[in-house]
């Protein structure tokens, strides 16, 4: 008979600012790895208005393709109605800011080129947190 556990913990970093991205799937992993879930689910939640998470591989010419995308999308200066960081509302808009990804074996189970990724949108340097709940059987 298994048993069913319920496990959160978070972690923090910083950003340097607009459109960087931050690969945490190491800190996905090892949350996994401590909560003893064997088989189950992880949510991750980045509880910011500015800043999201994404599953995509980490390549710096797929990495600079998604800045160019936000940009082009939601540019700068536009003439806004929100004063000084509308568009980066509006770019964090267009993602979520969570993901539930399995966990089979006791590890994060993320496809072959995934790597879960937090994207800033702010102008500016921030610390950032981001809250992991696995759940599962042990």
Not at 10 to 20: A, C, L, P, V, Y
Not at 104 to 132: K, Y
Request: net charge negative.
């Amino acid at each position: 008979m298994s048993i069913f556990k319920f496990f959160s913990t978070g972690f923090q970093f910083s950003t340097r600012g607009e459109i960087e991205i931050v690969d945490l799937t190491d800190k996905l992993q090892a949350a996994v790895a401590k909560s003893g879930v064997r088989n189950g689910l992880a949510h991750v939640f980045a509880p910011h208005a500015t800043g999201v998470m994404i599953l995509t591989e980490n390549e710096y010419g797929l990495l600079e393709d998604i800045k160019e995308l936000l940009e082009n999308i939601v540019p700068k200066n536009r003439g806004y109605r929100h004063t000084s960081n509308a568009h980066a509302h509006l770019r964090s808009a267009l993602f979520p800011p969570d993901k539930t990804i399995p966990v089979v074996d006791g590890h994060a189970e993320l496809g072959t080129w995934q790597s879960l990724m937090f994207v800033e949108t702010d102008v500016h340097p921030r610390r950032r947190t981001v809250t992991v709940q696995v759940i599962g059987e042990q």
